[in-house]
Structure formats: C-alpha cells, structure tokens
C-alpha cells in the first residue's frame, strides 16, 4: 500500500518561495503520474499542477504558471513542488497525489488516486 508524506510547507511571506517534497513509501513512484492539489478554507480542493509518468508531460494551473515548478525524483522516490513569488491567495493545505493506474500522463485527483496527509502553506502579505 503506497503512503505519501508531505513536507515543507510553512509561513512565508509574499514573493518568498517554499519547495514542497513528497516522498513515496510502500511503491515505487516510477510508473505512476503524480500530482499536486490544494484546499484553502472554505473552498473546493483544486489541482495545481501533475507530471506524467514519464516526466515528459507537465500540466499547470493558471494560476501557478510560470511561479511554480513540479518535478520528480524516481530513484528517491520522490515529487517536488518548488513555488516562487508566492502570494497571499496560494495560502492553503498542499497534497500530494499519486495515480494508481499505470503509465497515465496527468493525475485525475480523485478517490481514486492516493493522497498524502497535506502540508500547510501561508503566505502573509
């Protein structure tokens, strides 16, 4: 059974930046797309950005592009999230997904997938 933890989450202020990991436990994450997704008080968890299997595909949010990066590690195991300029309204719980279907190119961010515990990141202005 796979177990995702997040890390690095914490307070910042707006225009700092934070890199967010998620280390993979239990499977590797090689075959598998992973993505990353927030939840802010009161709204709808959102996707904020995923990686194909492979690394070759990478899908942003618009409201992430060109400020955060995603990428992946598949000898540790590994999906980073680094975020730069942040700002005030990218305060929210951060969570790591992982398809469990094979070979997919985005993650649907659905029950299906799993999900790590989520960090929290706040942004003051």
């Known amino acids: 059974q796979v177990q995702l933890v997040e890390s690095g989450g914490g307070l910042v202020q707006a225009g700092g930046s934070l890199r967010l990991s998620c280390v993979s436990s239990?499977?590797?994450?090689?075959?598998?797309?992973m993505g990353w997704f927030r939840q802010a008080p009161g709204k709808e968890r959102e996707f904020v950005a995923d990686?194909?299997?492979?690394?070759?595909?990478?899908r942003y949010a618009d409201s992430v592009k060109g400020r955060f990066t995603i990428s992946r590690d598949d000898a540790k195991n590994t999906v980073y999230l680094q975020m730069n300029s942040l700002k005030p309204e990218d305060t929210a719980v951060y969570y790591c997904?992982?398809?469990?279907?094979?070979?997919?190119?985005?993650?649907?961010?659905?029950?299906?997938?799993?999900w790590g515990q989520g960090t929290q990141v706040t942004v003051s202005s």
């Open positions: 997904a992982a398809d469990n279907t094979l070979y997919r190119t985005t993650v649907a961010g659905t029950l299906s997938d799993s």
């Open positions: 239990g499977r590797t994450i090689r075959p598998y797309a």
């Open positions: 990686i194909s299997w492979s690394g070759r595909l990478i």
